[in-house]
């Protein structure tokens, strides 16, 4: 269980969440099996089962996505794991669990449930992930720069399966 959460501003992308993984009775805080981490030039969130997440971290050790990157590539990319992941298990009954956000060329896409769309202005995942959405129109209805450390902040003292400290990147346009 975790919060991973991205905001688009017009210069930049601030990418952040909890650094907490779980598994069973057990939690990692800060480890290469957290939430979020940057891999070939991308930058990859995902909530749910570590076990799905660390496939898909391995997965895309091996990818280097051309630019100009679209909803229909991200589709095609999650379609290409779902098939490596269902060989690799050897389980032709394994499915797509986890929700994932992924940043790439200046574009963040989420996708929940094979339901695959650009982030137009914000989106977070887990189980932390409405308690940040609010946050984030808090910080809107009081005409407020939403702030992703306070947002996350908000997200792990609510939320007890999300756990500080946190990771966030902020990715300038220009450089993704």
Request: hydrophobic share 40%; with cysteine.
């Amino acid at each position: 269980m975790s919060v991973v959460a991205v905001y688009i501003t017009p210069d930049k992308i601030i990418f952040g969440a909890d650094t907490q993984a779980t598994y069973g009775y057990h939690k990692i805080v800060e480890s290469y099996y957290g939430t979020i981490f940057e891999i070939n030039g991308m930058y990859v969130g995902g909530s749910g089962t570590s076990f799905e997440l660390q496939f898909f971290r391995r997965f895309l050790e091996e990818k280097n996505l051309r630019s100009g990157y679209t909803e229909n590539d991200f589709n095609d990319l999650m379609l290409e794991f779902y098939d490596h992941f269902r060989a690799r298990t050897k389980n032709e009954s394994a499915t797509i669990q986890n929700h994932y956000i992924l940043i790439h060329d200046a574009k963040a896409f989420i996708f929940k449930n094979w339901l695959i769309r650009e982030v137009e202005e914000f989106a977070a995942i887990g189980s932390g992930g409405e308690t940040a959405r609010t946050a984030f129109e808090v910080f809107k209805q009081l005409d407020r720069s939403p702030d992703m450390e306070k947002i996350l902040q908000v997200a792990c003292k609510i939320d007890l399966h999300c756990h500080e400290p946190l990771k966030i990147y902020e990715i300038h346009k220009s450089q993704s």
